[in-house]
């Protein structure tokens, strides 16, 4: 593996000032957490007598489109409290929540991007 490059982000050179009192980053990660919980439970049934696959591969991209939804919610999360509504120990705490679970799906023989 190459030689690892630390990226900082300087808030002060960028003009960016924390407010305390913005909720954006707090609600988007309520909502991606909210979105993580849909169920595609009941969406789709097998019509009777047949053999068609059509019902399961609705359920399995339903649930795909579900999960990349949370994820997008999420990073938009980390972007708000990047970008001035949180502090910077959200920021800090999203990153080593990341940087863990990488270590986890590595050690455990998980691809963590495809």
């Known amino acids: 593996m190459g030689e690892k490059v630390a990226i900082t982000f300087d808030y002060e050179a960028a003009g960016i000032q924390m407010q305390e009192n913005w909720k954006d980053a707090e609600s988007l990660g309520q909502i991606g957490a909210a979105i993580g919980r849909i169920s595609s439970a009941g969406s789709a049934y097998p ?38 509504s949180g502090l910077e120990k959200v920021a800090q705490n999203f ?11 590595l050690k455990l023989g998980v691809e963590w991007n495809k």
């Open 47 to 84: 019509l009777p007598s047949t053999d068609s696959q059509g019902p399961s591969k609705l359920i399995s991209a339903i649930d795909a489109f579900d999960k990349a939804m949370a994820w997008v919610v999420l990073e938009c999360s980390d972007a708000a409290a990047n970008l001035g």
């Open 95 to 105: 990153d080593s929540t990341e940087h863990y679970n990488r270590e986890r799906a």
